[in-house]
């Protein structure tokens, strides 16, 4: 963790969150999603997702690391149109409740996966965190659909095989996959216009 981010005071105010820590050596801890001087993620439903995350990472939400007390419970909050944090759920070392009022069926499935894997023995934190930064989209995904027509597809695909990104025949079959999908099928000058690249 970023010691000169985490070095800088709260910023109450300028937080979509807020997270209150008890301990189970009575101490308490509140926290907010923003430090005074820096921007939060646009991307809110990520940022309270890695906040969550965090609290396992550091060892609050992890009864298996010795090196930190456990949590009794963290107490989330969200600020509403008022401007007013309002109390959204709280979280367990082995489960969670909802505040109906502000139940978000999206968050509730991620809480849902996180506990699970807790259950299992795996890492939340280390399958869920989404960094933003560092993580890259696979180049050959079907979905969502990113190209329109034919054109633009053979384009990108071009790019994979002469910039060395991906072997030819795996650059065929995601074409041929996509055309399946997306478009009319694949056909005869599909297959042509890959025979004219193969060793362009």
């Known amino acids: 963790m970023n010691t000169t981010y985490t070095s800088l005071p709260w910023d109450p105010e300028g937080s979509t969150y807020q997270q209150e820590i008890s301990l189970e050596n009575g101490k308490f ?11 939060e993620p646009r991307d809110k439903r990520v940022l309270l997702q890695n906040m969550i995350l965090r609290m396992y990472d550091v060892g609050y939400l992890n009864e298996q690391n010795p090196n930190r007390t456990n949590a009794i419970q963290i107490v989330y ?11 959204a759920f709280t979280l367990y070392q082995d489960c969670y409740e909802w505040n109906p009022d502000h139940y978000r069926d999206y968050l509730d499935a991620f809480l849902s996966e996180f506990y699970r894997l807790k259950r299992i023995g795996e890492n939340p934190y280390e399958k869920l ?37 991906r ?31 193969k060793f362009g």
């Open 29 to 39: 801890y509140p926290g907010y999603s923003r430090r005074l001087g820096k921007e």
């Open 167 to 197: 072997e030819f025949g795996e650059v065929l079959d995601f074409y041929r996959k996509y055309c399946q999908t997306h478009f009319d099928d694949f056909g005869d000058e599909d297959q042509s216009f890959f025979d004219n690249i």
């Open 129 to 165: 965190y989404e960094n933003k930064k560092t993580k890259m989209a696979d180049p050959l995904s079907l979905s969502p659909p990113r190209f329109f027509n034919k054109p633009n597809l053979r384009n990108y695909c071009v790019r994979l095989i002469k910039g060395n990104i």
């Open 77 to 87: 909050s969200w600020r509403n149109k008022l401007g007013k944090f309002v109390h």
